[in-house]
């Protein structure tokens, strides 16, 4: 699917983990401030410019099929087979349905429509829940629309395995996980074949995908940390392969909605590594002295003191600021697969919060290697 923003995610998901915090100490205004500046295509007017990295979005959903064909057989390369099925379906199958996000208490659904009309891609992202908004995609093109005066609403949610790098980014951190080939199943009424993405070490979570027996389509993906189910995102209902018209693409919203850019270039969904030019070139004024293996630094937003980090398949998020007069002690909230680290950066009156797809243990244990660089 098209491309989302992954500074909403950051948003949502840290003022969700505030409010909850907020509730906790009995105050009725933030103790734990994050500031910046405001940008066209973000949550609110916020300030942190675009954060989790090209996942471009954890708000996007990105699914497909291969073309129809044999099953792959069974053997040492199944897992393999299947997971290039996934990762090149999207380019290959119309196909239309509603999916459904649960991450903790959060439920979203949201209606897909994907076509492929002269090899280019076209993808509309219905919010069915909360106020009115959308996510169009044509090519490498994505907007974001809602109704003239609305409050921007969070983009939408993401989810590592429904980006169009994902298998990419997995084939190049082999050594970091494990995968293999589980049960067969049922999901979204279509004959499903399970795959275990499991890491080789705890400092990160793991995937278990259903995917479409006869297209390759995926059709659910579950977050889990061990055996325990942090995020669970799945089609409820899903037609594959139909002919579909662009009339099917058309929106739903009046035609005086407001549009905001979220993506105007060649970037795919997903953490991927960056390319030459991009603003991880500039030298950040902190960074952090220990990350898990294969993580590495794929944006800089300088003025905001923001970094972003990314193994291709999960992202986290640093931002240092002056800690505030009324601040809280030292936190760690989770969210569904989502942590929240904040604490003062050792040796100084600044404060480092982190927010991403980790375990809480190494969360903490990145922020609490975060150290002022000298330039």
């Not at 969700?16 to 949550?43: D, I, N, T, Y």
């Not at 954890?58 to 699914?63: E, G, H, M, Q, T």
């Not at 994505?142 to 980014?169: E, W």
């Not at 995937?207 to 993906?221: C, M, N, P, R, V």
Request: glycine residues 12%; neutral net charge.
């Amino acid at each position: 699917m098209g491309c989302g923003s992954g500074y909403a995610r950051f948003h949502r998901a840290r003022g969700s983990m505030l409010a909850g915090l907020r509730a906790r100490c009995g105050s009725s205004s933030p103790r734990v401030r994050l500031r910046g500046r405001p940008g066209p295509g973000f949550c609110d007017g916020g300030a942190l410019a675009a954060v989790l990295a090209r996942h471009c979005a954890r708000a996007l959903w990105i699914f497909g099929a291969l073309l129809a064909g044999t099953l792959p057989a069974a053997g040492a390369d199944d897992a393999e087979r299947w997971l290039e099925r996934m990762g090149s379906a999207l380019r290959t199958e119309n196909y239309v349905g509603v999916v459904t996000y649960v991450r903790g208490p959060e439920i979203d659904s949201v209606r897909v429509v994907h076509r492929v009309a002269g090899g280019r891609e076209y993808e509309r992202l219905i919010h069915l829940n909360g106020q009115p908004r959308e996510i169009y995609t044509e090519g490498a093109r994505s907007v974001y629309l809602q109704p003239q005066g609305a409050t921007i609403a969070p983009h939408g949610v993401s989810l590592g395995p429904f980006t169009r790098t994902f298998h990419d980014n997995l084939a190049l951190n082999r050594n970091l996980y494990d995968v293999t080939v589980g049960s067969a199943g049922r999901v979204a009424g279509r004959s499903a074949q399970q795959l275990l993405i499991r890491p080789r070490q705890g400092d990160r979570y793991g995937y278990e995908l259903w995917l479409d027996q006869s297209t390759g389509l995926l059709l659910q993906s579950v977050l889990v940390d061990g055996g325990q189910i942090l995020e669970a995102f799945q089609f409820a209902t899903v037609d594959v392969g139909g002919k579909l018209s662009a009339q099917a693409l058309a929106s739903t919203l009046p035609e005086d909605s407001e549009v905001h850019v979220l993506s105007d270039g060649p970037v795919e969904g997903g953490a991927a590594i960056p390319s030459r030019g991009d603003s991880v070139a500039e030298s950040p004024s902190f960074e952090p002295g220990w990350l898990p293996d294969g993580f590495m630094r794929v944006r800089l937003e300088a003025r905001d003191n923001h970094l972003s980090y990314s193994d291709g398949l999960a992202t986290f998020s640093l931002f240092v600021e002056v800690a505030p007069a009324d601040e809280m002690p030292d936190l760690v909230t989770k969210v569904g697969g989502t942590v929240m680290v904040t604490q003062r950066l050792s040796g100084s009156r600044e404060q480092v919060t982190l927010v991403g797809e980790l375990p809480a243990a190494t969360a903490k244990r990145v922020a609490d290697s975060v150290r002022r660089v000298d330039r």
